[in-house]
């Protein structure tokens, strides 16, 4: 029986939708193939996919990808093939600045909306990850322990002197 009708659902969020349900079945994993979003969708819908869902999944919504013509945020590609939900502090195109990067609530089947409630939880956590996962921001704050109860000024004089 099919859970989506062709009306009841847009292609981006037909998108979004299977790439969320697969990062909620499989938190483990980073990223997923073109081909399993499509699968996924396939899958959700209980119909066949319609046409637009393969070009919205390669192109329309990527946010790293120039836009043509669509615009959206929702996926990025993480490498050739590659696809994964996008998320706050990724980089995009400059042409999408502003787009849609999730569905409205009122867009979804009522049986999905639990969804934008596990995305955002899934975005605020990998946000604090990305500290940990970035050689280079990770690094913030590395050394504070030296300065505890130093006066970093009086610190560099100290060791200025003699010089001449």
Same mark, same amino acid.
């Given at each position: 029986?099919?859970?989506?009708?062709? /009306?009841?659902?847009?292609?981006?969020?037909?998108?979004?939708?299977?790439? /969320?349900?697969?990062?909620?079945?499989?938190?483990?994993?980073?990223?997923?193939?073109?081909?399993?979003?499509?699968?996924?969708?396939?899958?959700?819908?209980?119909? &066949?996919?319609?046409?637009?869902?393969?070009?919205?999944?390669?192109?329309?919504?990527?946010?790293?990808?120039?836009?043509?013509?669509?615009?959206?945020?929702?996926?990025? &590609?993480?490498?050739?093939?590659?696809?994964?939900?996008?998320?706050?502090?990724?980089?995009?195109?400059?042409?999408?600045?502003?787009?849609?990067?999730?569905?409205?609530? &009122?867009?979804?089947?009522?049986?999905?909306?639990?969804?934008?409630?596990?995305?955002?939880?899934?975005?605020?956590?990998?946000?604090?990850?990305?500290? !940990?996962? !970035?050689?280079?921001?990770?690094?913030?704050?590395?050394?504070?322990?030296?300065?505890?109860?130093?006066?970093?000024?009086?610190?560099?004089?100290?060791?200025?002197?003699?010089?001449?």
């Amino acid at each position: 029986m099919p859970v989506m009708s062709k /009306a009841s659902i847009k292609v981006a969020d037909e998108v979004w939708l299977a790439t /969320a349900l697969l990062h909620r079945e499989h938190p483990k994993r980073a990223d997923f193939q073109i081909e399993e979003i499509k699968e996924r969708a396939a899958r959700e819908s209980g119909r &066949e996919l319609r046409p637009g869902v393969y070009v919205h999944i390669v192109q329309h919504c990527v946010a790293n990808r120039a836009p043509s013509p669509g615009r959206y945020r929702m996926l990025v &590609e993480t490498g050739p093939g590659r696809r994964r939900l996008f998320r706050t502090g990724d980089s995009y195109h400059v042409a999408r600045e502003g787009s849609k990067t999730h569905p409205a609530v &009122e867009d979804l089947p009522e049986k999905y909306r639990d969804l934008l409630d596990w995305y955002r939880k899934w975005e605020a956590s990998a946000a604090n990850s990305r500290f !940990d996962n !970035d050689p280079i921001l990770g690094l913030i704050g590395a050394g504070k322990h030296l300065w505890v109860g130093e006066d970093a000024d009086e610190y560099v004089r100290s060791l200025r002197e003699g010089w001449e």
